[in-house]
């Protein structure tokens, strides 16, 4: 598929899907065949902001694409992707990959029967301030995480652990690199039918431990991460796009700390995300966050889930 213009569709276009749409807009090498969403009025909205065209089911995009995103509710994640996977079309999918293990599997199964790319919309991955870490991460032992929004009313489908968590458990996962031993948590619904504010601790099979914090009933934005590991810790602030490097040093017999931030361009990380996609589509590439790494994501998610299911059955989260 080298050097050819490739066809791509957006299936749901509400706020996020919107996004995308706009993005393959503007990309060259590709040819945004149209958009899709059961909203008559939006999809002709944005179809023609796209100057595409606007289709009310995802079947009409069979035979049309060579690569679709698909941002709709969670529920019908698992439907939709199955639908254009088994048709031979290469997926972006956001996040999480789907409601349950079962789900996950079967759609990873069938893109490596297809042999087409998976891709999850893990967005923060794509952050600068996260590839950067390459070759700094040596051996993190303490993770301190903290993503808190104001409330917006999108994505209360799911839980906040669905989510906004999923994106910190996602990046904890490919920065520890080791089996999850055990998960403490606690949720509490507040403004939604779900789970609004959550936190948990997870401790890892190496001795890893990480406390992460998501709420979407907060007075303000703050999306950060801490990674301490020995001699130094690093701290990321994903909406500045900014690494701050603090390590241990010894000058004269005494010990200090040395501290550098590392200013990096700022970066669209959602046209990266795109890019990236749409890069091992043509390339045949491995995408850098797999359908694996989306249904490893979700199993730390559903344990998360569990615990805090647990806690409120015993009354503890009982409002």
Known sequence: MKGSCLRVGVVGVGYL???????????????LVGVVDV??????????????????????????????????PTPLHFP?????????????????????????DELVEVSRRKGVVFQIGHLERFNP?????????RRPMFIE???????????????????L???DIDIILNLVRSPVARVEAVGVPVVSPNVDIANTRMVFENGCIADVTASRISM???????????????????AQQRIEIHERVSEDGRIGIASKGIDL????????????????????????????????????????????SRWQREGVGSL
């Open 39 to 72: 909203e008559e009025s939006r999809a002709r909205q944005v179809a023609t902001e796209c100057s595409t065209e606007a289709f009310l089911h995802h079947s009409s995009l069979f035979g049309l694409v060579d690569a679709v995103s698909i941002a709709v």
């Open 129 to 137: 301030a996260v590839l950067a870490l390459e070759g700094v991460i």
């Open 220 to 238: 303000k934005n703050e999306r950060k991460i801490r990674i301490f590991q020995p001699s130094a810790y690093i701290s990321i602030d994903y």
């Open 17 to 31: 899907g919107r996004f995308h749409a706009l993005k393959y807009r503007d990309m060259e090498g590709v040819d």
């Open 265 to 308: 361009p700022r970066t669209d990380t959602l046209y990266e995300e795109i890019k990236a996609f749409l890069k091992a589509v043509r390339d045949g590439g491995r995408p850098l966050v797999s359908g694996e790494d989306g249904r490893k994501a979700l199993e730390v998610a559903l344990r998360i889930k569990e615990e805090v």
């Open 145 to 163: 995480s903290n993503r808190i929004t104001t409330f917006k009313g999108r994505g209360t489908d799911v839980d906040v652990i669905l989510d």
């Open 165 to 167: 968590m999923i994106h």
């Open 80 to 104: 939709i992707a199955r639908d254009f996977l088994e048709r031979g079309v290469h997926v972006l999918l956001e996040k999480p990959i789907t409601c349950t293990l079962e789900e996950a």
